[in-house]
């Protein structure tokens, strides 16, 4: 589980498994949570997106 903390009260929680990706965010100000599932093969688009995004930007010299 990869699990993100923005500083501000928003936690973001990320679990994978076979089949699907699960997304989990919470605001723990205002009470709100949010559940998004995702199937594996829309996981694998989105990781070659990042991945060439990434590489693009990193041949143009700009840092995250």
């Known amino acids: 589980m990869l699990v993100y903390h923005d500083g501000f009260g928003e936690t973001a929680k990320l679990s994978i498994n076979k089949t699907h990706g699960l997304l989990v965010t919470t605001d723990t100000v205002s009470g709100d949570t949010v559940t ?9 688009k989105v990781l070659e997106f990042l991945t060439t995004e990434l590489s693009t930007t990193e041949k143009a010299g700009d840092s995250l």
């Open 36 to 44: 998004m599932q995702f199937r594996r093969s829309d996981l694998v």
